[in-house]
């Protein structure tokens, strides 16, 4: 099936549902300027060595690590990076009475900064814009914490405790708040279409939301510029660029 039909067959599926759960990933940020992790041209790929900043032992244990993740975060284009039409489309999809819950990946806050209800976003993986103590667990703005590391400390320590800082993320090593994982799975075992944006599907928990929603009856439409281990059970996938497929999925796509 060429990008035509895929996209053709997916406006189809996503006008007949009803109840719509979103899994968004790095891929809908992409055309914000974010780029994604595992694509040829992601972070990862393209430094393999910088995936060592997301794993919480090494971050916890080194020092190094902790510093090189400072600096990545100060340079973040996330706080650059504006909300694009894939975002705007899930907020008109909103309004227009049929989502059941935005299940996103991403930690940079676009869907909220675009319009989305937060009390419909859950973050599986966290987000950027709040840092958390390890040590007392207490919580704050992430910019307080990157004002300190611009005026010259490399690795800024809890001012209650003096623990380590980190932003309030999921890394490799950590595990989902439950309370979110309920949600999402609630989310997820309750929509008639389950509508999955931007993600390889390659990182669990969150990837094995698909075959639940496919278990319990949802149809999936995949839009996602490479394959995924899902593809085959979906009812239609879409290669198209994915802000700009998102968009006419959403409003109805006309020849």
Sequence with gaps: MDDFEGLVEASAIVRRARRITVLSGAGISTDSGIPDFRSPNGVWTKNPGAERTSNIESYMGDPAVR???WRQRVESPAWRAEPNDGHRALVRLERQGRLVAL????IDGLHQKAGSDPNLVVELHGTIRR?????CGEEGPMQAALDRVRAGDPDPACVSC???LKSATISFGQSLDPEVVAAAERATRSCDLMLVIGTTL???????LVPLAFSAGAALVIV?????PYDEIAAAVVRTPISAAVARLVDGYST
């Design 202 to 208: 390659a990182v669990h928990p969150a990837a094995s």
């Design 103 to 106: 299940l996103t990946q991403n």
């Design 67 to 69: 510093r090189l993740s």
């Design 224 to 228: 996602n510029a490479q394959p995924t």
């Design 131 to 135: 840092v958390v103590c390890w040590g």
């Design 162 to 164: 003096g623990g380590i």
